[in-house]
Nanobody, 122 residues
Framework: QVQLVESGGGLVQAGGSLRLSCAAS????????MGWFRQAPGKEREFVAA??????YYADSVKGRFTISRDNVKNTVYLQMNSLKPEDTAVYYC?????????????????WGQGTQVTVSS
């Protein structure tokens, strides 16, 4: 059974930092794209960052502020978020993609975590 469990969310002031973790089990995740998405109230879920075979991809809105990484031994993916802004407030989801190449669409990922809340106060 595939499981993704996020942790590390919380409340932080603008300009602060948080590191999200996603512990994965039930699949050889090193061979799959792992991504982070977020969903703010009233908005659609959107791509944030992904990593595949060491190559990283970012949404323009987080480029230069967020860093995705993975530890294949621990089967864990991280999202380091720096210089946080109030508009980064959302529920953040970890996901595992099934395509042979990187794709940023929600439909390109078949397993999802339960989400972790990130709130950035101004």
């Amino acid at each position: 059974q595939v499981q993704l469990v996020e942790s590390g969310g919380g409340l932080v002031q603008a300009g602060g930092s948080l590191r999200l973790s996603c512990a994965a089990s039930g699949r050889t995740f090193s061979t799959y794209t792992m991504g982070w998405f977020r969903q703010a109230p009233g908005k659609e879920r959107e791509f944030v960052a992904a990593i595949r075979y060491g190559i990283t991809y970012y949404a323009d809105s987080v480029k230069g502020r967020f860093t995705i990484s993975r530890d294949n031994v621990k089967n864990t993916v991280y999202l380091q978020m720096n210089s946080l802004k109030p508009e980064d407030t959302a529920v953040y989801y970890c996901a595992s993609g099934y395509r042979r190449t990187f794709q940023p669409g929600v439909g390109d990922y078949d397993y999802w975590g339960q989400g972790t809340q990130v709130t950035v106060s101004s």
